[in-house]
C-alpha cells in the first residue's frame, strides 16, 4: 500500500520505518528540510536501537523515503498519517496546532477518496477537530471528497520501539467506517499473521486508550515510589517488598521499580494532558493530579538523600563537592532527556554549589544542547572517567554497563566514597562491604558511616 506520513519524529520514522519494512511504499513528510536531507543520506535525527539499519536499508531498496513536499505526499498515500507533537500547553493540556495544520493541509491537497489516521497521541475529541478542520478547506475549495479520521494510537517504549511495532501486543483501531476498519486490517496485515491482534473500537474509545494506558503505567511507578518513601521512614527495604508484590499475579512485575521519577515524552505529558481533559468535562482527576504530584517530587527525592549525607554538623553540604553522574536520558537505550530526572538532579547540584562530571552512552550531545557550555559540567568518554576527581557517584539511568562496577575501585577513587543509587541497581551490602556508604530509593542510609 501507498503510505503518507507527517512528522518525522519518533513515532512518525519507527512507524514509517516499519511499515516499509513490510512491503509498504511509504513517504515521511516533515517542514525542517536539513532533517529532510540528513534522513535522505541515512542522518538519523533520535537513537533507538535497531532503527538506522532499517532506514538506511528500506532508502535504499525505494520503499522509503522522505521529503518536505506535502502535496505530493498525499497524492501519494492511499493512507495519511498524522504522526506530528502534541506538546503539552500552558495549562497541561495537548496543544494541537501541529495537528489540526496537518489537517489543514490536507484537506488543501486532497484529490481523492482518503483514509486519514490519527497517530499522535492525542485528547478525545480530536478526530472530530480533525475532520471538521479538512471539510473546511474542502468546502472553501468547492469540492466533495469522500475521506474517514481513524484514530490509531501508537504504543511504543523508547529503547523497544522497533521491536514493539514489528511485533505489537496490540492494534488499536478506533473507526466507525468498515471500509476504513478493512483497509487499516490491510495495511498492518503484516504483522497481524499469528493471531488477530486488532482491536477494533469507536474512535472516541480508541483516543482515550491511549491516555489510559500510559496513566496506569504511570499510576503503578508513582505508587511504587510512595510505598519506598513510606519503608524509608519505617525502615523496610522496598526491594523486598517489590519482589513481595511483584508475585502476585494480579500486580505482576512490570513498573513497579521504584526510582528517581519518571520522564520522557509520553508520561508526563499524557497524564497532565488526560487530567486536563477530565476538568474540562467537568470531572476533578484526583487520582491524576495525585500521581503527578508523587512523581514531581520524586525527581528531587536523590538530592534530599544527598543532603542528608551532607548537611551534618558544620559541614557546609554540597558546596565545593563534584560529583559523578552515571545517566542523562530519562531511560536506557535512548538519547531523549524530556522531563528526565537527571535535568532536576543537576539544576540542584549546580544551586547547592557543586560540580558535575557527567556520563551517558547515548545522551551527551543531547545534553550539551540543553545545558551548554559550563564551567561546573564535564562530559566524560565512558563511565570511570567521570569519577576522575569526584568527591561522590550518582546514578541516574540505569543502563545495563552501569550494573556491575568495580566497587573497590569506586571505593578507592571517590574522595568521600558514597554512592548515591537512583534506580536500585545494587546491593546495599556488597557495596557496604567494599566500603563505600549506600543510599537507594527505599532502602534507607548506609550503615556504613
Known amino acids: 500500500m501507498r503510505v503518507a506520513i507527517f512528522g518525522t519524529g519518533y513515532v512518525g520514522l519507527v512507524t514509517g520505518t516499519c511499515l516499509a519494512d513490510v512491503g509498504h511504499q511509504v513517504v515521511c513528510v516533515d517542514i525542517d528540510q536539513a532533517k529532510v536531507d540528513g534522513l535522505n543520506r541515512g542522518v ?22 522522505f521529503t518536505t513536499d506535502a502535496a505530493s505526499a498525499i497524492t501519494h498515500g492511499q493512507v495519511i498519517f498524522i504522526a506530528v507533537g502534541t506538546p503539552p500547553d500552558e495549562d497541561g493540556s495537548a496543544d494541537l496546532q501541529y495537528v489540526l495544520a496537518v489537517a489543514r493541509t490536507i484537506g488543501t491537497h486532497m484529490a481523492v477518496p482518503t483514509v486519514v489516521v490519527n497517530k499522535s497521541t492525542v485528547p478525545v475529541g480530536t478526530a472530530d477537530k480533525v475532520r471538521a478542520a479538512i471539510a473546511e478547506v474542502l468546502a472553501a475549495r468547492g469540492v466533495e471528497i ?29 473507526a466507525s467506517n468498515p471500509d476504513s476498519v ?24 480508541a483516543e482515550l486508550t491511549k491516555y489510559a494506558a500510559n496513566a496506569m503505567l504511570a499510576t503503578k511507578i508513582s505508587f511504587m ?12 527495604d522496598i526491594e523486598q517488598v517489590r519482589q513481595g508484590i511483584g508475585s502476585d499475579p494480579r500486580i505482576g512485575w512490570h513498573f513497579i521499580y521504584p526510582g528517581a521519577g519518571y520522564g520522557g515524552s509520553c508520561f508526563p505529558k499524557d497524564v497532565q494532558a488526560l487530567a486536563r481533559t477530565a476538568q474540562q468535562h467537568g470531572h476533578e482527576p484526583k487520582l491524576l493530579n495525585a500521581v503527578e504530584a508523587v512523581n514531581e517530587a520524586q525527581k528531587g527525592h ?11 554538623g558544620e559541614d557546609e553540604g554540597v558546596r565545593g563537592k ?13 538519547d531523549d532527556m524530556r522531563e528526565a530526572s537527571s535535568r532536576r538532579l543537576l539544576a540542584q547540584l549546580w544551586e547547592g554549589g557543586a560540580s558535575v562530571r557527567a556520563y551517558d552512552p547515548e545522551a551527551t550531545d543531547e545534553a550539551r544542547r540543553i545545558f551548554g557550555e559550563r564551567d561546573d559540567l564535564v562530559f566524560c568518554d565512558n563511565a570511570y572517567d567521570a569519577l576522575d576527581g569526584a568527591d561522590a557517584l550518582v546514578v541516574v539511568t540505569e543502563w545495563k554497563q552501569f550494573r556491575s562496577p568495580d566497587f573497590v575501585r569506586l571505593r578507592e577513587v571517590l574522595n568521600d566514597a558514597v ?5 536500585n541497581l545494587y546491593d546495599p551490602q556488597e557495596i557496604e562491604a567494599a566500603g563505600l556508604a549506600y543510599y537507594g530509593i527505599g532502602r534507607g542510609r548506609s550503615l556504613h558511616a
Not at 536501537?49 to 522509503?64: D, I, Q, T
Not at 515510589?225 to 523496610?236: Q, S, T
Not at 552515571?326 to 535512548?334: D, E, M, R, V, Y
Open 182 to 205: 478493512a483497509l487499516m486490517r490491510r495495511l498492518y496485515a503484516p504483522f497481524n499473521r499469528n493471531h488477530d491482534r486488532v482491536v477494533e473500537m469507536d474512535v472516541r474509545s
Open 419 to 423: 554512592v548515591f543509587d537512583g534506580r
Open 322 to 334: 563534584t560529583f559523578a553522574v552515571w545517566g542523562l536520558a530519562f531511560k536506557p537505550n535512548t
Open 44 to 65: 538519523i535525527p533520535i537513537y533507538e536501537p535497531g532503527l538506522e539499519p532499517m532506514v538506511k536499508a528500506n532508502h535504499a531498496a525505494s520503499r522509503l523515503a
Open 146 to 174: 469522500a475521506f474517514d479520521v481513524v484514530s490509531n494510537p501508537e504504543f511504543l517504549k523508547e529503547g523497544d520501539a522497533v521491536a514493539d511495532c514489528m511485533r505489537p501486543d496490540r492494534i488499536v483501531v478506533g
Open 302 to 312: 536523590l538530592y534530599q538523600l544527598i543532603q542528608r549525607h551532607y548537611d551534618r
Open 225 to 236: 515510589n510512595e510505598i519506598a518513601n513510606i519503608a524509608e521512614k519505617v525502615g523496610a
